[in-house]
Nanobody, 121 residues
Framework: VQLQASGGGLVQAGKSLTLSCAAS????????MGWYRQAPGKQRELVAG???????NYADSVKGRFTISKDNAKNMVYLLMNSLKAEDTAVYYC????????????????WGHGTLVTVSS
């Protein structure tokens, strides 16, 4: 299962940006999709996650500003980021956990390539 993230870029503080991530593969199911971020000199952290049942969780630093959503039919997850701050500047990574039935059937925990979000103050 491959993940393709998009939507990063340069944005002014206070503005909004939406990240998208598409999961693709032959025959798989998703249990969880999430967004992580890693700022320079810092560890990668979970920003927001959403389960197959629709339960969501957010880092305290983004609660009330970011919203994660998904489109099951398209195997996509989105991260709407409002009221962006300079401290949101980071490389954002899409993550997915699930079960890949092709060719042998195995669980997976995969990462997409990061997309850079830069917030100018």
């Amino acid at each position: 299962v491959q993940l393709q993230a998009s939507g990063g870029g340069l944005v002014q503080a206070g503005k909004s940006l939406t990240l998208s991530c598409a999961a693709s593969g032959r025959d798989f199911s998703l249990n969880f999709m999430g967004w992580y971020r890693q700022a320079p000199g810092k560890q990668r952290e979970l920003v927001a996650g959403i389960t197959s049942g629709g339960s969501t969780n957010y880092a305290d630093s983004v609660k009330g500003r970011f919203t994660i959503s998904k489109d099951n039919a398209k195997n996509m997850v989105y991260l709407l980021m409002n009221s962006l701050k300079a401290e949101d500047t980071a490389v954002y990574y899409c993550n997915a956990e699930g079960f890949d039935r092709f060719p042998y059937g195995r669980s997976f925990n995969n990462w997409g390539h990061g997309t850079l979000v830069t917030v100018s103050s």
